[in-house]
């Protein structure tokens, strides 16, 4: 029973620390730094965890991160996983189950992407507002267990408002901009094609990307505030005349990845 899986994975964690977080945070590719910010860290890596899945794309480091940064008890994943790596949408959001049975309350997304906007450039943060998802699936599809949340979720703030003032009230403070703005769920591995961007501009996105919107609907699903932070590192096919690549997409994450981890810490130590 899906349930007994997530509980047993949960309960492993648990055993290993006396550390009870109230803050998760997933670390998208390249974002992995923010961890160097916490303090009394302890590290699980995915393998020794029963049940959980196990990251294989290059940037991910595959580690449960449990520490401090300020007051604020977390736990952080360096590395999530992809549809496009053959999870199911299940899988996908599995580590979102298992932060609702350690007591999480509250959840930071963050994501590397490429900009729809032409306002946007690489390297800029955009806080999430809404999403749009592209795939047709749905991580909630299947059977419903009442323990984890009802039948019929809404989604009418997927993004905490509060959450979002938190991090205005931040960014402002120390002297970062962000943009704010609409997230496109596209399923990769590929990167969009020039008409798919040209089809997702005019349904109101301003960047796409390959993850976030599982781990989102999951946690307002478990009754969580979600915050979401994008890093521009592209712009999408057709916008800028160059050819993608994940290697590239790495480097300006790691570039811009100083300044998205000072505006979470900022958030967390001010929470």
């Given at each position: 029973?899906f349930?007994?899986?997530?509980k047993?994975s949960?309960?492993f964690i648990?055993?290993k620390?006396?550390q009870r ?18 303090e009394?860290?302890e590290?699980?890596?995915y393998s020794d965890i029963?049940n959980f899945?196990?990251s294989?794309v290059?940037?991910h480091?595959?580690?449960m991160?449990l ?7 977390i736990i952080?994943?360096?590395?999530r ?8 949408m ?8 298992v932060?609702k049975?350690l007591g999480?309350e509250?959840?930071?997304v963050t994501n590397?992407?490429g900009?729809?906007n032409?306002?946007?450039k690489?390297g800029?943060l ?6 749009i998802?592209?795939w047709?699936?749905?991580?909630l599809i299947?059977?419903n267990?009442?323990r984890?949340g009802?039948?019929?979720p ?5 993004y905490?408002k ?16 962000c943009k704010?703005g609409?997230?496109a769920?596209?399923?990769g591995?590929?990167f969009?094609?020039?008409?798919e ?8 996105a ?5 993850s976030?919107?599982p781990e989102?609907?999951t946690?307002?699903?478990l009754?969580?505030?979600?915050f979401?932070?994008?890093?521009i ?21 790691n ?5 998205l981890c000072n ?8 929470w």
């Amino acid at each position: 029973m899906f349930y007994n899986k997530v509980k047993e994975s949960a309960d492993f964690i648990l055993s290993k620390t006396a550390q009870r977080p109230k803050i998760g945070v997933i670390l998208g590719s390249g974002l992995g730094g923010l961890v160097d910010f916490m303090e009394n860290k302890e590290i699980i890596p995915y393998s020794d965890i029963p049940n959980f899945p196990q990251s294989t794309v290059k940037g991910h480091a595959g580690n449960m991160v449990l520490g401090t940064i300020g007051s604020q008890s977390i736990i952080a994943m360096q590395g999530r996983f992809h549809y496009y790596e053959g999870f199911t949408m299940k899988e996908v959001a599995y580590p979102v189950y298992v932060m609702k049975l350690l007591g999480v309350e509250n959840i930071i997304v963050t994501n590397a992407c490429g900009a729809i906007n032409d306002t946007f450039k690489p390297g800029d943060l955009m806080i999430i507002e809404d999403y749009i998802n592209m795939w047709g699936n749905n991580p909630l599809i299947g059977p419903n267990d009442e323990r984890f949340g009802v039948r019929f979720p809404d989604m009418s703030e997927p993004y905490s408002k509060e959450l979002i003032g938190k991090a205005l009230s931040a960014s402002e403070k120390i002297g970062i901009e962000c943009k704010k703005g609409v997230y496109a769920l596209f399923s990769g591995p590929c990167f969009e094609t020039a008409a798919e961007i040209r089809a997702y501009k005019i349904l109101g996105a301003d960047v796409a990307g390959m993850s976030t919107v599982p781990e989102t609907i999951t946690a307002n699903y478990l009754g969580m505030k979600v915050f979401g932070l994008s890093c521009i590192t592209n712009m999408a096919t057709g916008i800028a005349k160059v050819k993608h690549s994940h290697e590239d997409v790495l480097r300006i994450a790691n570039e811009s990845s100083e300044k998205l981890c000072n505006l979470v810490k900022e958030m967390l130590i001010n929470w």
